[in-house]
């Protein structure tokens, strides 16, 4: 791990650099880690952007400079928040034994992360066939290196991916002058213990903090189990986890309106679809749905403020593949309606055996369970509805493959549906605005 | 240029092996011995340096620069 410590500090520098904006006195309910933990979130999605707009230009990578560009990009957004009233407070505390032991377990579950990465049995393959390479090479050419997604010979390496994770590992690998590759998947425990820390300081700002909590055990407990056991470690897939179930929880809640939340949120949905493919589908969905189960937010500034740092980031990424004859959209699945439906049968049949396979529907079933015994909210429509949504989009994903079905779907399902079990797990606490819809 | 193929010839194996030789060979130009399953003798032929897994081969046109267990590295040409 010699000088890998070091380039996972650079992976979450940006905290420095959202701090501007996250230390506006309308997120003080999150408090100091709360707000630590997504400020380094936000700080990601503005360095990646700025980072993808120097490529576009292009200028050269420099990490003094990509970080001030970034810094003052933040500072800007700040001053976009005015004086908010406050949101309302959450009603009852409840049971500090409630507390402290839901704390106990999401430390816990985040240790065996941690304890899983050390013994290296959460490496995923794909950190060494896709996110490291690439990484590795944008830090070298100190851009991101259109000549080398060129060659025909990485078309494994999906080079109309989205960017931000390769931005990161790339900004921490320019820091230290190599890609470590066996601190790499220290990346999983790291996030998750902020995705954590984030949940918690959004659920509890606007929710009962015992209820809070234990939703909070239940989501990282089951990212742990689906993380652990498919193998995510140095993948994008954490980081969509972050953003994505982030967003939703702001969103989901009875502060949602507030001009601060729906900037902010906009800014996490921007990150879940800069950090993977289904992250746009996502985006867009929640975007959607959120103003259809919210009559009261519905508006074109809620709109605007949730898509514009989606549609910006999406832009400078699509310019970046257009003007470099790379890619139009996302196209690495195959063409649009290019579908084999006589496979279907064969793919739910699959996705059946992975999820019944070794308990590993448990983490489905359990916060399903806990969902149905939920008081009910109109607003779970949104986190529910999402995970329909999603679940949809693998299915349709599946759908192009050809060859190889089961193989993909064996490999790939239970770690690319674990955002759905994790919206079930958020999705009890889904509140209205007080003031009635 | 670098490419990593296997010996006895596995197209699938060697399929894996390019991409795990592209992370793990950072600024080399690396070959494919086989893309997806099917080889790709054309691109073994260009790369100067040829790492192969497995067992020694009984003929190849090039030097041996290093023998181990896993496999050797070859350099083509005189």
Redesign the interface.
Known sequence: MRGGGLWLVFTVLPAVIGAPLLSHPTYGRYGFLGRTALSAGVGAVVLSLVMTAAALVPVPWGLAWLAGVSLVLTFLLRSLLGQEAEGPRPTGSGARAIVLGAVAVSTGAVGAALFATYAGATASTDLFHFWGPKAEAFAAARSIDAEFLRAPWHDHLHPDYPPLVTNLFAFATLAIGRLPWGTAPYTYPLVLAAFGLALAAILAADRPRADAHAIVALAVTVAVLLGNTFLIGGTGDIYLIFYAICAVAILSGPDAGRGSRLLLSGLLLSGAASAKVEGLVFAGATAGLFLLVAPRSRSLRAAVLLLWPTALSLAAWLAYGWTRQLFRFYVGYGSFAKLYPENLTLILRTIGSEFFAAAWGLPFLVPLAVLLLARKSPRMLLPVGLAAILSAFYLFTYLHANVLVRDWVTWSAGRIFTPVAILFAVAPLAREDPAGF | MVTVTSEPANPTLDTDT???A???L??R????AA?WGAARPD?VQAADYVVIVGAKPPVFEGRLLLERQEGTVWRRGP
């Open positions: 390019h991409h795990m592209v992370a793990l950072p600024g130009t690396v070959l494919p893309r691109q």
